[in-house]
């Protein structure tokens, strides 16, 4: 039984783009991707205790953009230590 009371590290992971300047490549999405479910599956296995849903409507020029972000908040008992840290990430 998952209990909140056990978390003792949480990683904050972005998938999706947030700024306009620096859109993101279909393979910087799948590695986001890869390490959420890497986070939720592999020991000690992450749970998802926190989510942030992000949208902007931009206008450049005659063209509209769209970014779209999840952000998961994945909490585990300890850190993993195959997670990267935070300035690799």
């Given at each position: 039984?998952?209990?909140?009371?056990?978390?003792?590290?949480?990683?904050?992971?972005?998938?999706?783009?947030?700024?306009?300047?620096?859109?993101?490549?279909?393979?910087?999405?799948?590695?986001?991707?890869?390490?959420?479910?890497?986070?939720?599956?592999?020991?000690p296995?992450?749970?998802?205790?926190?989510?942030?849903?992000?949208?902007?409507?931009?206008?450049?020029?005659?063209?509209?953009?769209?970014?779209?972000?999840?952000?998961?908040?994945?909490?585990?008992?300890?850190?993993?230590?195959w997670?990267?840290?935070?300035?690799?990430?």
């Amino acid at each position: 039984m998952f209990d909140l009371t056990d978390v003792r590290y949480v990683k904050r992971l972005v998938v999706g783009s947030t700024d306009p300047e620096k859109m993101m490549s279909e393979a910087v999405l799948q590695r986001q991707q890869a390490l959420l479910n890497r986070c939720l599956a592999e020991t000690p296995r992450g749970r998802i205790i926190g989510l942030e849903k992000t949208f902007s409507l931009l206008n450049i020029g005659e063209h509209q953009v769209v970014l779209q972000a999840m952000i998961y908040h994945i909490g585990f008992e300890r850190r993993p230590y195959w997670l990267p840290e935070e300035d690799e990430a």
